[in-house]
């Protein structure tokens, strides 16, 4: 992987894992909820694997449910 991709990547995989964790999921309850493969949330969680444009929507949606729309920008970098 490139820098960049290495780093968005990582960015990936730590969404993931705050998501899973603030939801109190499993990847695989994750998985049923976004009706995906549970490998896939691995691999999305492993930082094996990129988020396709639906996902990235879908988990975006999800982290403003758990973190708040404030929250979620911030962490996007849309907020200062």
């Known amino acids: 992987l490139h820098a960049m991709d290495r780093k968005s990547a990582h960015a990936t995989s730590n ?19 976004f009706r995906v493969s549970a490998s896939a ?16 929507r879908l988990l975006e949606l999800y982290e403003s449910k758990a973190f708040g729309t404030k929250a979620h920008l911030i962490s996007k970098g849309g907020i200062r």
């Open 15 to 33: 969404r993931i894992r705050k998501l899973i964790d603030a939801l109190g999921y499993s990847q695989r309850d994750l998985a049923r909820e």
């Open 41 to 56: 949330v691995a691999h999305w969680e492993a930082g094996e694997r990129a988020l396709s444009g639906p996902v990235e």
